[in-house]
């Protein structure tokens, strides 16, 4: 995820601004949750560099989201940006994850850039058919809106969720700065989203730090995390999100959807278990972390 990403952080106040004070509200209405669950993941599952580490060695690329699933319980979807996927694709998808792993996928570039939630139903409506192939291992997908998208089309985007299938949950991300800027349009969107029952993305980005807006629309958070490698500040906003997420588990929250991406690939699975180690501590909430598995030894003649 390039949105964001600065070369130079010196200067960037990487803490948790205070929730939006509608976040405690929204949580004290929901409903109290049956489960509250867990899931984090990489936004892709070709991730040749964990050969020999956290895939076997040696493994055909066919097989790499089989071995993914086996480290992470859920994956930011982002092929389904580019084309909406056959059923037969999905339907592989599916069966190469354990019960309990969860797609998030991302709304085609065609519906959200290109078109700009202009005539679209006919696309909607293919992507939804396609990733139903999903069954139960089908979670929130994302809408994530270009950044010339402005306040200006908040009543286009409304229309949109309105007709979006209600059967799929949703969780929308705006990029434009205006949506943050403007505390009015703010409310509006936020307001709305809430009412949908659609979920409002947080993004953590050091050159954004606006998409922080600590808004919760729904009980789910959708969060995607733009990390930096294996420095201070990054191990420092892992224990920043372990202890909000857990004061929002404490109040009510059903659901975290927390994605992370780092430019090094090598680098996500060990942040991600110093991440579980944190938010367990915290919340006694257990997801098994990614771990480096034992690779066959060849036998040797001596």
């Not at 799929?168 to 969107?189: C, G, M, N, Q």
Request: glycine share 4%.
């Amino acid at each position: 995820m390039d949105f964001g990403r600065l070369s130079d952080l010196r200067y960037v106040d990487f803490r948790l601004p205070p929730d939006h004070p509608n976040t405690a509200a929204m949580l004290a209405r929901a409903p109290a949750p049956e489960q509250q669950e867990l899931f984090i993941g990489c936004p892709i599952w070709t991730n040749k560099a964990w050969l020999g580490s956290y895939f076997p060695a040696g493994i055909k690329e066919a097989d790499y989201l089989h071995h993914y699933a086996r480290q992470f319980n859920s994956l930011e979807l982002n092929t389904t940006h580019y084309r909406i996927p056959d059923a037969p694709t999905v339907r592989k998808w599916r069966d190469a994850v354990p019960a309990g792993f969860r797609f998030c996928p991302k709304l085609p570039q065609v519906i959200s850039h290109d078109r700009a939630l202009y005539n679209t139903d006919d696309l909607t409506n293919a992507f939804c058919r396609s990733i139903q192939e999903l069954n139960d291992r089908l979670g929130w997908c994302f809408l994530q809106l270009p950044p010339h998208f402005g306040p200006e089309n908040l009543s286009r985007l409304e229309r949109y969720l309105l007709d979006f299938p209600a059967n799929i949950p949703l969780a929308v991300e705006l990029r434009h700065p205006a949506w943050y800027s403007d505390k009015t349009a703010f409310a509006a969107v936020a307001a709305m989203l809430e009412a949908l029952n659609k979920t409002l993305v947080i993004a953590d980005v050091a050159g954004r730090r606006d998409v922080l807006h600590m808004r919760l629309t729904t009980p789910t958070a959708f969060i995607r995390f733009n990390g930096h490698g294996l420095i201070n500040s990054d191990y420092q906003r892992a224990d920043f999100w372990a202890e909000r997420i857990a004061g929002w588990l404490q109040q009510g929250l059903h659901t975290m959807y927390f994605f992370v991406h780092q430019k090094d690939i090598m680098h996500t699975p060990v942040w991600t278990q110093y991440f579980l180690d944190r938010l367990q501590a915290l919340t006694g909430l257990a997801v098994p972390p990614p771990r480096i598995i034992p690779q066959p030894v060849q036998g040797s003649l001596f």
